[in-house]
């Protein structure tokens, strides 16, 4: 039996609402075969749209083994490329992030324009021709001020996403905020068990101190089902969406992405040690409604999200091997609040930064354990960790339908 027939066989025959055999979780065979399935054919949540203002700005990044460079052009169109020069292969941008009003590759100054086009190479004889040499385009989808993309040929349809997600973000005016903080700190764990850490708050209790004073610990705010039967949600929603919010729980029929506004506890504002708003100016000017509580986003397998009353904070999943993933925390705030008088960043960032590294150390001795040979998977909580079970069913049957499409195609070729 060939390497994909066995997984495939392993995920049909897996034990439902148990976790994932080991293989999943450390065999680098097995995270290789997760970036050319998932990662390197589906849409992914790689930054904002105010990360990139004005023409020429630009920031890069690395999926799996493609780096990536994402550029808003002169008709203010935002575009993602491969950064690999056409000419011998070199990063065009080097950098994190930066602006310029051409891409200049270092090796041997092949300029690109901020269309990708190839606009200079110096040297290259008579018969050469500039138009066949343009960076290649990498799907690129903005939506509510967060920038997707797909690595694929062909990239599947991006409106249900769209249309599932833009009325909830869309009052928070999230295009035109800007960055207040942001960080990335490396987990020693395979991506799936940084989202299934993240998917069930069974562990806050003991765990996240800082984040229990305004977060709820009920499995109906941090699971998938019991939500609607959940009074205090109801009345939540109610509230929000007679104010204009989109906030009832709404998820994709495929389990990939879902949005639900959820309450904070004791009337908290904001994730700060007191409940307290961490900036004084709003982050939207459209939202006039208190103590709305904080709007979820998800979308596997790169990003959740907190949407507030005063700030937002999105985090991105990427894998770099089998047992190491980076996860990028943002902080977005009103494009006109100032550092220092609007808002202190200790305070804003404090009870994430504690919560991500407490979220670290976590995934770090989960993945230690699971190297156990004595590991085997383990029943999770039917009452807490619905979320988790959600999670590893839509790996599951992405996985599998991949795989099955994959082999029908190779067989009708054969």
Known sequence: MDFRSNVLRQLKNRREGYSLEQAFYIDPDYFRLDMETIWYRDWLFIGHDCEIPRAGNYFTTQIGDYPVVVVRGKDGAIRAFHNTCRHRGHRVCTQERGASAKLVCPYHQWTYDLDGSLVFARQMGETFDRSE???????????????????????????????????????????????????????????????????????CAGNHPELCRTYPEAPTATGVQGAKDDPVIAEHWARCEAAGLPSEFKMDPTGQFRTARMPLIQDAESYTMDGRPAVRRRLSDDVTASQIGTMLLFHYPTTWNHILVDHAISFRVLPISAEETAVTTTWLVHKDAVEGVDYDVDQLTHVWNMTNDQDRAIVEENAFGIRSPAYEPGPYSVEHEGGVMQFVEWYSNFMVERLQGDKARLSAVA
């Open 133 to 203: 040499f343009g960076l290649k385009p990498v799907a690129c989808e903005s939506v509510a001020g967060y920038i997707f993309v797909c690595l694929a040929q062909e990239p599947g349809d991006f409106a249900p996403v769209r249309a599932s997600i833009e009325p909830y973000m869309k009052p928070h005016r999230l295009s035109e905020a800007k960055v207040a903080a942001k960080t990335t700190i490396i987990e020693k764990g395979n991506w799936k068990l940084v989202w299934e850490n993240n998917r069930e708050c069974y562990h």
